[in-house]
């Protein structure tokens, strides 16, 4: 996979190059590219952004400056592998499943805006041409789409093959049953006074799965009554019922 970055923000991305996400650029599993959107500006103030029409408060960003700068990222359009990926409060939420979705494309070009966002008209005409999703991180606002990208290119990437030492671990994701991951416990046995849950210990494998599966729920249930009501209702036997 080769995912490229545009933001007027390119050392917001340097994590990209870090850790897990480091390892698998090194190893080949994906390239990733960070372009400085000012780099497809002529003016000498290098300008990204100008006044709202129809008034109001802040910045928008200039849909010249981005469509020479996607029109050059991106290459020709017709029958492009990439999806363009524009961060936005205003988006459809990102969530694992989208996560999952989008391992299956070539490329990812993420369009970073800052200040009030981007022309809608940037999104309108790429939308003609390719997939193209506007999509939040999340039911807060933050400055730009910098830190989103962020969020989106590790969730991604870490489902890609290879790129997790255990892939068990991206197949046992929180929210793969539907269900928040339980508590997790490792050594010392007592710590601060606080024992770890004998049946971990109990080397019972069915035990540690039932009493694992009923934290589980417990916790769902507790933080996130929302995933337990959107479960299939084949989804629950009768053990968890009791839970
Ligand atoms: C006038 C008045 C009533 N308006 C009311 C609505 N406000 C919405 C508004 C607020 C801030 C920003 C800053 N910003 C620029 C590009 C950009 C990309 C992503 C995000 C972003 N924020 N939160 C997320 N989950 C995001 C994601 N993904 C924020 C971004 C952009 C837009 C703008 C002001």
Redesign the pocket.
Known sequence: MRIDVVTIFPSYLAPLREALLGRAIDRGLIEVAVHDLRDWTHDVHQAVDDSPYGG???MVMKPQVWGEALDSVIGPVIDSPARLV??????RP?TQQLAHEWTSAERLVFA???????DQRVVDHYAQRMPVDE???????????E??VLVMVEAVVRLLPGVLGNPRSAAEDSFSDGLLEGPAYTRPEVWRDLPVPPVLRSGDHAAVDRWRRDRALERTARLRPDLLAALPPDALDEADRAV
């Open positions: 109001g408060p802040g524009v961060p936005t409060p205003a988006g990102f970073c805006g800052r200040y009030e966002g981007i999509v939040s991180i999340g039911d807060y606002v933050l400055v730009g789409g830190v989103a």
